[in-house]
T-cell receptor, first 112, second 117 residues
Framework: GNSVTQMEGPVTLSEEAFLTINCTYT??????LFWYVQYPGEGLQLLLK?????DKGSNKGFEATYRKETTSFHLEKGSVQVSDSAVYFC???????????FGTGTKLQVIP | DTAVSQTPKYLVTQMGNDKSIKCEQN?????MYWYKQDSKKFLKIMFS???????INETVPNRFSPKSPDKAHLNLHINSLELGDSAVYFC????????????????FGEGSWLTVV
């Protein structure tokens, strides 16, 4: 079956630090990969996505590259801000499949 | 305009009561979902409807009953509430669960915080 594994949190960083949140997946075929962000008290919202190998998704300074050889989709940001404090979910969808598979979420806390 | 809206946002109720959460999407999507998020932020799919047809029904107690009067609405009714039902319930939608070249992007509502006392 499909699965997504992401690093456990919480991750605590100082403002302007470099961020990496690891995500690896298991799926047959060519899934689409996503990062969602959940700010406190809100629902999840799409942060970025990539739909084929070697694609890079980017948004709000965040980036992730679809690496089929390592089945990974790690989230990175060069300089985090306090406002980036949230829970980040990695996810995958497969064409024709009814379910989107979500990871367990990684809480990021950025301190001034 | 809110894309996926659900009401109420907060709900505190006693054990044994019956409650409903309503959801509407104005995105013109064909597929709608209910997810449950626990206190550790773990997200679990409960139900999914595509054009009013049930396509996902996870192992959920039959006290939970979804109803989709049309493809823009998916309501969740819960009978005989238990302490363990306390969680955040998210309604969501997507263009079509089958996805396509751009994948199946899910659009979430703001959540309904249910507390059973």
């Amino acid at each position: 079956g499909n699965s997504v594994t992401q690093m456990e949190g919480p991750v605590t960083l100082s403002e302007e630090a470099f961020l990496t949140i690891n995500c690896t997946y298991t799926a047959t075929g060519y899934p689409s990969l996503f990062w969602y962000v959940q700010y406190p008290g809100e629902g999840l919202q799409l942060l970025l996505k990539a739909t084929k190998a070697d694609d890079k998704g980017s948004n709000k300074g965040f980036e992730a590259t679809y690496r089929k050889e390592t089945t990974s989709f790690h989230l990175e940001k060069g300089s985090v801000q306090v406002s980036d404090s949230a829970v980040y979910f990695c996810a995958l969808s497969r064409r024709g499949y009814q379910k989107v598979t979500f990871g367990t979420g990684t809480k990021l806390q950025v301190i001034p | 305009d809110t894309a996926v809206s659900q009401t109420p946002k907060y709900l505190v109720t006693q054990m044994g009561n019956d409650k409903s959460i309503k959801c509407e999407q104005n995105l013109g999507h064909d597929t709608m979902y209910w997810y449950k998020q626990d206190s550790k932020k773990f997200l679990k799919i409960m139900f999914s409807y595509n054009n009013k047809e049930l396509i996902i029904n996870e192992t959920v107690p039959n006290r939970f009953s979804p109803k989709s009067p049309d493809k823009a609405h998916l309501n969740l009714h819960i009978n005989s509430l238990e302490l363990g039902d306390s969680a955040v319930y998210f309604c969501a939608s997507s263009q079509d669960y089958r996805g396509g070249d751009s994948g199946n992007t899910i659009y979430f509502g703001e959540g309904s915080w249910l507390t059973v006392v």
